[in-house]
T-cell receptor, first 111, second 113 residues
């Protein structure tokens, strides 16, 4: 079974700075999909960004971008110009037939 | 507006009692999922269904049961066999294709009296 590892339980960043959240995964599959979800204190799960494994180009959504290294099975999330509203739990997820989540990274943006 | 509705928001269970968590979606999604979230942990898959009248066990299906009689509905029953049911439960749905992201409901917090 696929496993997803987020090695940073907690991180903090100053407002307007850049932060990178790490994610690695283990799979023998060649085609799959990767996602980052955000869970604010309201506990609603919000899709941040997604990446298709067959695409070499890293996905970007406004201030959010990923560094996808397929050979290394790494999928990090970079948040630029951090805002107070970015404070949340961030979950990395792997999807082939079903979705597997990492344990999450709690990000705090400090004013 | 389309979305996923989970009810109730808070639920209390007595020892030895079965309880059912509701999940309804009007997104016309084929696939639906149930996850359990414990403090400090990620989401763990309980059951999922990719089509009506069919469902598969996830990683932690023991003590839970589901049904998928309608495309829009995927209720989860927490049985008395689940010895540690206190958790936050999230329901999700997706178009079914692997590249489609999952849309989540707002969750149900289940506690034991």
């Amino acid at each position: 079974a696929q496993t997803v590892t987020q090695s940073q339980p907690e991180m903090s960043v100053q407002e307007a700075e850049t932060v990178t959240l790490s994610c690695t995964y283990d799979t023998s599959e060649n085609n799959y999909y990767l996602f980052w979800y955000k869970q604010p204190p309201s506990r609603q799960m919000i899709l941040v960004i997604r990446q298709e494994a067959y695409k070499q180009q890293n996905a970007t959504e406004n201030r959010f971008s990923v560094n996808f290294q397929k050979a290394a099975k790494s999928f990090s999330l970079k948040i630029s110009d951090s805002q107070l509203g970015d404070t949340a739990m961030y979950f990395c997820a792997f999807m082939k037939h079903d979705m597997r989540f990492g344990a999450g990274t709690r990000l705090t943006v400090k004013p | 507006d389309g979305g996923i509705t989970q009810s109730p928001k808070y639920l209390f269970r007595k020892e030895g009692q079965n309880v059912t968590l509701s999940c309804e979606q009007n997104l016309n999604h084929d696939a639906m999922y149930w996850y359990r979230q414990d403090p400090g942990q990620g989401l763990r898959l309980i059951y999922y269904s990719q089509i009506v009248n069919d469902f598969q066990k996830g990683d932690i299906a023991e003590g839970y049961s589901v049904s998928r009689e309608k495309k829009e509905s995927f209720p989860l029953t927490v049985t008395s066999a689940q010895k540690n049911p206190t958790a936050f439960y999230l329901c999700a749905s997706s178009m079914g294709a692997a590249y489609q992201p999952q849309h989540f409901g707002d969750g149900t917090r289940l506690s034991i009296l």
